[in-house]
């Protein structure tokens, strides 16, 4: 459960996409977690990007009664560039803490392939029953806090539905897996956030494991086989980018959702 939350909060809503920006533009958000409908975490992000890279900084962290059990929280930080409407990360770093546990995971990325990584403390079963994390595995991926971004062709196309048909090849060190996005709707604005209440894209998501899982596990083929994942995508005001405003997971104790209280964007700070 503290991988679930903090990876929803963390991962999947957490980043930024390419050149978006013809000036610099920041992205200020904040995030809520819920749990059939119960609070048990909070996230934040600031991404700044301009037409030729950008860089992010995201938390996330157990709230409520969840955090008097476990007093998990995180942080994460990448920078990047852009080319040919691709996000091209460089250097990504994830930490976590919790009562019983604390992990550093590096992960250095060069022209989309994922040269050198760590986890520490290194997994105590990385090698039972786990498919091999290869070169070709390792070939044309995103970091997890990139893979949050997505890129457009121009501002006006934002809202196109073809900007939910994507895959997102992503890699955390650990696993690499795909989350296949497709069209379902497009609506207003799940609620009424600070800082953004237009149209957003709903896009459904799939989870397709690539290496580094254990293929004994069932909660791999049940997050495979979860139907249930949607996330609801916000464009960045003045940039090409979108960023998830909402993600809802179906999970075997009810349904997480991770939905922005705040969604800012304005000129980047000097």
């Not at 900084?57 to 040919?84: C, D, H, Q, Y």
């Not at 940039?239 to 969604?263: D, N, W, Y």
């Amino acid at each position: 459960m503290r991988r679930y939350a903090l990876s929803a909060a963390a991962l999947l809503l957490l980043a930024a996409s390419t050149p978006a920006a013809l000036a610099q533009t920041r992205l200020n958000a904040a995030y809520s977690v819920y749990l059939t409908g119960i609070p048990i975490g909070q996230g934040a992000i600031i991404v700044d990007l301009n037409e030729a890279g950008y860089a992010a900084a995201g938390s996330a962290k157990f709230t409520g009664l969840v955090r008097m059990i476990s007093k998990g929280e995180g942080t994460s930080t990448v920078r990047g560039s852009f080319a040919n409407n691709r996000v091209i990360s460089s250097l990504y770093s994830m930490q976590s803490h919790s009562v019983d546990r604390d992990e550093k995971v590096d992960i250095k990325v060069e022209n989309g392939f994922a040269k050198e990584f760590s986890v520490l403390p290194p997994p105590k079963d990385a090698d039972i029953n786990r498919v091999p994390i290869t070169s070709a595995a390792r070939t044309n991926v995103v970091d997890p806090l990139s893979a949050g971004l997505v890129l457009v062709a121009a501002p006006g196309d934002a809202m196109n539905p073809e900007s939910c048909n994507r895959t997102l090849p992503i890699f955390d060190a650990r696993f690499r897996y795909d989350v296949v996005l497709s069209y379902a709707r497009t609506e207003s604005a799940p609620k009424k956030v600070e800082g953004y209440n237009g149209p957003v894209l709903v896009c459904q998501a799939r989870y397709v494991p690539i290496a580094g899982h254990r293929t004994d596990r069932p909660q791999v083929r049940e997050l495979a086989n979860n139907r249930n994942l949607f996330v609801w995508l916000a464009p960045v005001a003045g940039t090409r980018a979108l960023v998830p405003i909402k993600v809802s997971i179906a999970t075997p104790i009810g349904t997480m959702v991770v939905e922005a209280t705040r969604f800012r964007t304005g000129p980047t700070p000097h």
